[in-house]
C-alpha cells in the first residue's frame, strides 16, 4: 500500500529516482563496512592492552552487520524498483512513466503488489506486477 501511495503522491518517475537514490546509499554503506572490517581486522591484536581488542571485534562484528543489513536492502529495493519499472512504459504509445494508478492489491506476499494503471496519453489500460 505504501508503493501505491508513494507512486500516486510522487508520480512513478520521481518514485522510481528516490528508491535508486535510496538503494544506492545502502550500497555505498555497505562498502564503507566493508572498509571499517577490514581496517579493524588490521588492527586487531589480542597482545594490545586493556579493552582495545575487545573494542576492534565489536567494531567488526558490527560493521560486518551493518554491511550485510545494507547489502539485502539494496538488493531488496532494486529488484522491486527495476520489476515495476519494466513494465512502466505504454505498450500503445511508448509514453514512459505517464500513467494513473487505477487499481491495486497484493494478493500474495510472494508476487507482491499488482496495479492497474491507465495511460494519461493515450489511455490504455495495462497491469503492473
Known amino acids: 500500500m505504501d508503493l501505491v501511495n508513494a507512486i500516486r503522491k510522487l508520480g512513478f518517475r520521481k518514485w522510481y529516482e528516490r528508491q535508486l537514490v535510496e538503494s544506492h546509499l545502502y550500497l555505498v554503506t555497505c562498502f564503507l563496512c566493508m572498509i571499517m572490517v577490514a581496517a579493524c581486522m588490521e588492527q586487531l591484536s589480542f597482545r594490545a592492552p586493556g579493552i582495545q581488542p575487545l573494542i576492534n571485534l565489536v567494531a567488526i562484528g558490527g560493521g560486518g552487520l551493518l554491511g550485510l543489513f545494507?547489502?539485502?536492502?539494496?538488493?531488496?529495493?532494486?529488484?522491486?524498483?527495476?520489476?515495476?519499472?519494466?513494465?512502466?512504459?505504454?505498450?500503445?504509445?511508448?509514453?514512459?512513466?505517464?500513467?494513473?494508478?487505477?487499481?491495486?492489491?497484493?494478493?500474495?506476499?510472494?508476487?507482491?503488489?499488482?496495479?492497474?494503471?491507465?495511460?494519461?496519453?493515450?489511455?490504455?489500460?495495462?497491469?503492473?506486477?
Open 70 to 129: 545494507s547489502w539485502a536492502r539494496y538488493k531488496a529495493i532494486m529488484l522491486v524498483a527495476n520489476r515495476y519499472s519494466e513494465h512502466s512504459t505504454c505498450e500503445h504509445c511508448g509514453a514512459y512513466a505517464r500513467f494513473d494508478v487505477t487499481d491495486w492489491g497484493a494478493p500474495d506476499p510472494d508476487t507482491g503488489t499488482w496495479m492497474k494503471v491507465r495511460c494519461r496519453k493515450c489511455g490504455h489500460l495495462w497491469t503492473l506486477d
